[in-house]
């Protein structure tokens, strides 16, 4: 079946980076869009950044433009290179593919979605 797989969440200071992977697993044809949500305890859901399979087309929430950067590696793997963390950053983060990614940018229509177990990142002061 058709999955996603996160690593690479874990502790940091303020002012530190972390790398995040996502590997589509079992999919039949590489995702459209492959991307990364996060929430916080007592705050809304929210999508952090996405990258289409073809093109350089990407999305990124405005607090987050400048520090993180997301890719694909091959049609199948994403990453989201975050830096200069700070502690409004920790959250659970979930890669997504397709639909919930295409969404950011309102490009859905037809799209299944998939959502990962979530990676934390917690960024201490």
């Known amino acids: 079946q058709a999955r996603l797989v996160e690593s690479g969440g874990g502790s940091v200071q303020a002012g530190g980076s972390l790398r995040l992977s996502c590997v589509a697993a079992?999919?039949?044809?590489?995702?459209?869009?492959m991307g990364w949500f996060r929430q916080a305890p007592g705050k809304e859901r929210e999508g952090v950044a996405g990258?289409?399979?073809?093109?350089?087309?990407t999305y990124y929430t405005d607090s987050v433009k400048g520090r993180f950067t997301i890719s694909r590696g091959n049609g199948n793997t994403a990453y989201l290179e975050m830096n200069d963390l700070n502690p409004e950053d920790t959250a659970m983060y979930y890669c997504?593919?397709?639909?919930?990614?295409?969404?950011?940018?309102?490009?859905?229509?037809?799209?299944?979605?998939?959502w990962g177990q979530g990676t934390q990142v917690t960024v201490s002061s």
């Open positions: 997504v593919a397709d639909k919930p990614c295409a969404e950011l940018e309102g490009y859905a229509e037809g799209l299944a979605s998939y």
């Open positions: 079992g999919f039949a044809v590489s995702p459209y869009c």
């Open positions: 990258i289409y399979n073809f093109g350089e087309r």
